[in-house]
């Protein structure tokens, strides 16, 4: 690299910054256009706004429902990558310890069916799911967050038990046999001891499910009909549906449902490029 | 005895609820998935539905609109793998290179990708609608700047565009792990050995970072396969279902025209197609990766 002159470092220099300018490019015209009447959309959506009003947010905010939405994505996906953790930890140690012909076989399954788009599913999973109704008790995997939850841990423990029993592998065994032998139960063992030196890919498995569950608007749409119960890809979809002709509002709407991702990205990002970096090289 | 029996009941206690999820909602819907292929099943009871062989993957191949899509998928496909691999690569050369204010533009370039495919779609639909055509009308020149969502040809290499926008940082990340991990020394001797600049990237780095190739291009042909998401919020398969992509196409099929069996016959084949170009893209890198 010291080979490099002053003139490409400062060609690459500007190419870096253009290109990171057309990236944020579509953002910025999002964002001034959310505050813009129509006729100043109609003659100039490149600008700063005249006025900063937040007429349109607060219109927005209140047609897609956001404080709803925002509340129901979080639910959702902090439970389903709660348990997704939890389930796909304690199952990935067991089979690394286990090691036998069953093990293999169970690893395989979960593995070896990542590949399976969600298309070649759905239709009979929705079938299928029905079917476990139970009216008098009112329970329900349709149409309900636990049931949508429950979708998710089965959807998200493929890949979560590929990435934790790689990295099991490499975690020597010789701690939790000195916890046996100072009297740690199975259950003891796992939490006090090997799941703390766990937590690197504990990391990486919570952001690329939260990545994935965030954003996912697939799953939702499927199972969710109650406005009540959208979450903020699903909301936004339906309000986009219905506001295209008016652009100020839709994209203050817009806005409005990303903000939480870029609030948690200011906070998280390094963990977040370091999980994804950590969740490839396996 | 009586001890294993204790053991297998622990270790039945840590891996039979997760496999007790995954069993029902992925396993027996898959195999459920399958059969229903081959019957002629309306979407509401199974009972009753008769079993018709192959006779729904024949109507599968005689569905002009699913061949177009996979078609076009094909080509989506083939387009994002080179477009996103290569501005992927070169992002992630230049927050490796020596430049300023490197780990501002790798958090910008990898921003798009915390936003989902749907609303990153609508934001674009905007762009396209309203800046695009206003930029052509001060240009004056609208061979480039127009309403791309118009077109049929350019409404396709939109969802490319936006695709591309969305994962290159994707692969960056993954890129700057292999580049990092390239060490000093290897590429000081290269300099030694009087290698330009050219020649140590395709001598010395290209081989070296081969392994995030494979992961790349696996998960930039995944997901490409899968794309859904932008394709209903930025086209919605128009202009007159134009750039329908096959996964939308699955889905119209079965809640739009209420063909069950039909849609799970093409999703079948869907899988089988994943499942072959993937597996096949992972054997050819995994060998050049030993070769060199």
Redesign the interface.
Known sequence: MKRRNKSTSILLEVIAWVSGLLMLLPMYIMFVNSFKGRAEIFTDTFGLPKSFSFEYYAAAMDKMNFLSAFKNSLLVSVISIGLIIIFSAMTSWMLVRMKNKLSNGILLLFVGTMLIPFQSVMIPLMQYLNKWDIPSLNFSMINTHYGLIFMYIGFGLSMSVFLYHGFIKGVPIALEEAAMIEGCNTWQTFWKVVFPMLTPITMTVGILNLLWIWNDYLLPSLTLTSPALRTIPLSTFFFFGEFTIQWNLAMAGLVVSIIPVIIFYLFAQKYIIKGVMAGAVK | MKKSVKRNL??AA??V???F??I???????V??IV?SFTDWD?FK?AGSNFVGFGNYVRVFQDSDFLTSFGLTFKYAVCMIILVNVIGLS?AM??T????S?N????????????????LG??????FT??FV??GEVMGNSSIFFNWLDDPTASFWALVFVGT?QMA??VM??Y??AIQGVSDEV?EAA?MDGAGGWMRFRKIMFPLIMP?FT??LF?TL?NA??Q??TNI?LTNGGPYGTTELV?MN??KT?FSMNQ?AL??SK??I??LV??VV??TQVVISKKREVEQ
């Open positions: 622990i270790a840590f891996i609820p997760s496999l999820i995954f029902n909602v992925v396993i027996i819907p898959f459920m998935g229903y979407g199974f992002l230049l927050v290179s020596k430049i300023k490197r501002l533009l790798r958090s910008i370039y990898f921003l798009p990708n915390l936003i989902g495919g749907l609303i609508f934001i674009w639909k905007f762009v309203k800046f206003q930029v926008w940082g994707y990340i993954i700057i792990a590429l300099d995030a992961i790349s998960l995944s396969f899968k859904y998401d919020s996964a699955i889905f079965a069950y849609a799970q999703a079948i869907f899988f994943i499942l993937t597996v």
